[in-house]
């Protein structure tokens, strides 16, 4: 099998001849892989079945620091939401998905997906998370309206990818911690969920999966996402999510991009423990299809003969069907 004929079928909850993956590290740590093994390294060292492409788009930012190896925003663009009506946000143009159809020229059998930011990523840079969080309150309307200037130019990019040949549509705004849901469920789904409709509606007319992200503990709107016609989600986190109750009740409707553990066993425990890890997700996730491994941001302290390990253990393992 294709790595995209690979995640199909786990998408699909179909039967794969080994179980398809990817991988995320700390973009330090990415860096120092790329200069020991290339430009793409996880799929030409490695094997991954996954390539996210990016949409080029200048969002405005306040301003920011670097700090191990992230980019942290510390003030906002604009304090007033009377100034909103003067920002300016970027335009789609036929240059936006160049970097996507590059990708897909070099690796046409590959899974690709086009990443989409959510509002409150791409609002976190333009306003800061913490000021978001007293706008719901303080400024809904004014919230909102700028939230639909977001989804609308993500739609347009949607519209042009969905035509050409990628995988997935993928998603992405943090709407949890570890403990649960950063804000309630009807404001996720006004603010965050409601500016996904569009998009997966093109996705599924033109035969692409959309896949979801979110950190943290996401248990109580899978419901939610099952409905919106989410194919699978991103990263379940085992330490914050229960991924045998996850497959006791979404087998057959939710699939996971994700399952690895990236904050304790990948970076700070033995080799056989990492094996051992691996071997525990796919026996509570990959069996029956519904699994593409992947980790979230592997820390940079992360020792290379687990992360070897990890690969090798993927690679090797024999699913049980």
């Given at each position: 099998m294709t790595s995209k004929e690979r995640v199909t079928a786990a998408f699909c909850f179909n039967e794969c001849d080994?179980?398809?993956?990817?991988?995320?590290?700390?973009?330090?740590?990415?860096?120092?892989?790329?200069?020991?093994?290339?430009?793409?390294f996880r799929v030409k060292h490695y094997g991954a079945d996954v390539i996210e492409t990016f949409p080029s788009l200048s969002w405005p930012c306040g301003e920011s620091i670097m700090e191990n190896s992230s980019i942290w925003f510390t003030k906002p663009i604009f304090e007033d939401w009377d100034d909103v009506k003067r920002l300016v946000l970027p335009e789609v143009t036929e240059n936006t998905l160049a970097s996507v159809?590059?990708?897909?020229?070099?690796?046409?059998?590959?899974?690709?997906?086009?990443?989409?930011?959510?509002?409150?990523?791409?609002?976190?840079?333009?306003?800061?998370?913490?000021?978001?969080y007293y706008d719901v309150y303080d400024?809904?309307?004014?919230?909102?309206?700028?939230?639909?200037?977001?989804?609308?130019?993500?739609?347009?990019?949607?519209?042009?990818?969905?035509?050409?040949?990628?995988?997935?549509?993928?998603?992405?705004?943090?709407?949890?911690?570890?403990?649960?849901?950063?804000?309630?469920?009807?404001?996720?789904?006004?603010?965050?969920?409601?500016?996904?409709?569009?998009?997966?509606?093109?996705?599924?007319?033109?035969?692409?999966f959309v896949v979801y992200h979110s950190d943290g503990n996401v248990?109580?709107?899978?419901?939610?996402?099952?409905?919106?016609?989410?194919?699978?989600?991103?990263?379940?986190?085992?330490e914050f999510n229960d991924l045998g109750a996850f497959k006791a009740k979404y087998h057959g409707r939710l699939a996971v991009y994700g399952g690895i553990d990236n904050?304790?066993?990948?970076?700070?425990?033995?080799?056989?423990?990492?094996?051992?890890?691996?071997?525990?997700?796919?026996?509570?996730?990959?069996?029956?299809?519904?699994?593409?491994?992947?980790?979230?941001?592997?820390p940079l302290h992360c020792p290379p003969e687990n992360v070897d390990a990890m690969v090798d253990e993927i690679l090797h393992n024999k699913i049980k069907q």
């Amino acid at each position: 099998m294709t790595s995209k004929e690979r995640v199909t079928a786990a998408f699909c909850f179909n039967e794969c001849d080994r179980l398809p993956f990817n991988f995320w590290m700390d973009r330090q740590l990415l860096m120092e892989y790329e200069e020991k093994y290339g430009r793409d390294f996880r799929v030409k060292h490695y094997g991954a079945d996954v390539i996210e492409t990016f949409p080029s788009l200048s969002w405005p930012c306040g301003e920011s620091i670097m700090e191990n190896s992230s980019i942290w925003f510390t003030k906002p663009i604009f304090e007033d939401w009377d100034d909103v009506k003067r920002l300016v946000l970027p335009e789609v143009t036929e240059n936006t998905l160049a970097s996507v159809r590059e990708t897909l020229n070099v690796y046409p059998d590959k899974a690709i997906f086009v990443n989409i930011p959510g509002p409150f990523t791409v609002l976190n840079q333009i306003r800061l998370l913490d000021n978001l969080y007293y706008d719901v309150y303080d400024n809904p309307d004014e919230l909102y309206a700028l939230v639909l200037r977001i989804a609308s130019i993500h739609d347009r990019v949607i519209e042009e990818a969905v035509k050409l040949p990628i995988t997935a549509i993928y998603f992405q705004d943090d709407i949890a911690s570890s403990r649960g849901l950063i804000l309630s469920l009807d404001m996720i789904q006004k603010y965050v969920f409601s500016t996904f409709r569009n998009g997966i509606a093109m996705a599924k007319a033109n035969g692409k999966f959309v896949v979801y992200h979110s950190d943290g503990n996401v248990t109580d709107a899978f419901d939610a996402l099952c409905a919106m016609g989410v194919d699978a989600v991103n990263p379940l986190q085992p330490e914050f999510n229960d991924l045998g109750a996850f497959k006791a009740k979404y087998h057959g409707r939710l699939a996971v991009y994700g399952g690895i553990d990236n904050t304790k066993i990948i970076p700070d425990g033995s080799v056989d423990e990492v094996r051992a890890h691996i071997r525990d997700i796919i026996e509570k996730l990959g069996t029956s299809g519904g699994l593409v491994l992947s980790s979230h941001d592997i820390p940079l302290h992360c020792p290379p003969e687990n992360v070897d390990a990890m690969v090798d253990e993927i690679l090797h393992n024999k699913i049980k069907q």
